[in-house]
């Protein structure tokens, strides 16, 4: 079946550059996604990256797809305080199902 | 104003009561989904509707019913609330082109 597979936490310096990574496995996936959850809130989707693009690129995020390797991450440039929070990994399946990874944790060290 | 509303937001009831919980949406979506997200578990899909006329079973609809009213509104029920559906309950839309999903705020939801 399908899966999409994600680290469960990740700790950096403020002001390092993060990288969560993602791996799935449904090669006809159409669209991957990052969400961004903060504590006590819902879903805010932060990017999303067409298949048949390779990098996609928005002020501080960057989000690097290889379809062969079915891998995709996500950079975040200048780590700030703000940007602790669990980060979601999703893809659009062919049957237009989303499906999420567990999340990965974002702590960030003074 | 948001454009995904959930009503309640936080809801405590007892093991053997039905709940629903309603979603309201203003994007003008024809997709919209139910999920459940507990601890160390992801967001697991429980059901989805692509317009008014369609209803589809996610990964976890067991003890679960949908109703897609208006393509505005879609309400998850519950019809005999048990413990372990205790969980933080998300609505979300997505556009029919596909690229874009928006969640709501989340329904707290705990069954004592």
């Known amino acids: 079946g399908e899966d999409v597979e994600q680290s469960l936490f990740l700790s950096v310096r403020e002001g390092d550059s993060s990288v969560i990574n993602c791996t799935y496995t449904?090669?006809?996936?159409?669209?991957l996604y990052w969400y961004k959850q903060e504590p006590g809130a819902g879903l805010q989707l932060l990017t999303y990256?067409?298949?048949?693009?390779d990098m996609k690129q928005d002020q501080r995020l960057t989000v690097l797809l290889n379809k062969k390797d079915k891998h995709l991450s996500l950079r975040i440039a200048d780590t700030q305080t703000g940007d602790s929070a669990i980060y979601f990994c999703?893809?659009?399946?062919?049957?237009?199902?989303?499906?999420f990874g567990k999340g990965t944790r974002l702590h960030i060290l003074p | 104003d948001a454009d995904v509303t959930q009503t309640p937001r936080n809801r405590i009831t007892k093991t053997g009561k039905r709940i629903m919980l309603e979603c309201s949406q203003t994007?003008?979506?024809?997709?919209m989904y139910w999920y459940r997200q507990d601890p160390g578990l992801g967001l697991r899909l429980i059901y989805y509707?692509?317009?008014?006329?369609?209803?589809n079973k996610g990964e976890i609809s067991d003890g679960y019913s949908v109703s897609r009213q208006a393509q505005a509104k879609f309400s998850l029920s519950l019809e005999s609330a048990i413990p372990n559906q205790t969980a933080l309950y998300f609505c979300?839309?997505?556009?029919?082109?596909?690229?874009?999903?928006?969640f709501g705020p989340g329904t707290r939801l705990t069954v004592t």
């Open positions: 979300a839309t997505s556009g029919a082109l596909g690229g874009e999903q928006y």
């Open positions: 449904d090669s006809s996936s159409t669209y």
């Open positions: 990256i067409f298949s048949n693009m």
């Open positions: 999703a893809e659009r399946n062919r049957d237009d199902k989303i499906i």
């Open positions: 994007k003008g979506h024809d997709r």
């Open positions: 509707s692509f317009d008014v006329k369609d209803i």
